[in-house]
């Protein structure tokens, strides 16, 4: 990361902690908002401590309003937590709980995203079958969540998971698959900037 990037990670931190700070920033969700940034910055900057302190205090915010939406989204960032330090086994398990809590609660953002954990804690763990069908579920969710509502985090949403789709079938031996695949998700890159 080079210097700029760096300076700039720290302003966000920095003013994400002032807002925390201010009187004013009473409102739960936006503090689940602060938090959110907070948390992304942190795991862009690896600072695993902080990216714990802000999922908790998202945690809390989420039982303090009853949110089923926002526990997907707590667990899904803990499961690729659990994912970025090497422990599948737990990544799989928050990963699971979050489908389950994305699913009720209609965060099909949150469903699809841990979905694709699942697909890849399955591969991590050797199990590249299982993972590709995952794999594929996840993107057929996406898919079927942008045509209900597109957001810019679905769009996004879906080149990731074709990647990891492309990651599987690769691993799988089908090049072919993953030369369609890498392809697709290049053109749709191309096509959202």
Known sequence: ???EARYANQAVLE???RALRSPAATDLRLRSRLYFIQHGVADLTGQRALQEQALQQRA??????QDDALRADVQTS???LASRRG???RA???ALEAVELGRRSGNAEAAALALGQVAWSRYSRGDAAEALTLA???VARVRDALQRQPTKVLLLLEVQLLTLRSIVEQGLGDLRATRATCLEALELARQRG
């Open 15 to 17: 003013h994400v902690e």
């Open 1 to 3: 990361m080079d210097g």
């Open 136 to 138: 594929q579920d996840a």
């Open 60 to 65: 809390d915010i989420a039982e303090q309003l």
């Open 87 to 89: 422990d599948e086994a």
């Open 92 to 94: 799989l398990e928050l």
């Open 78 to 80: 803990r499961a690729l």
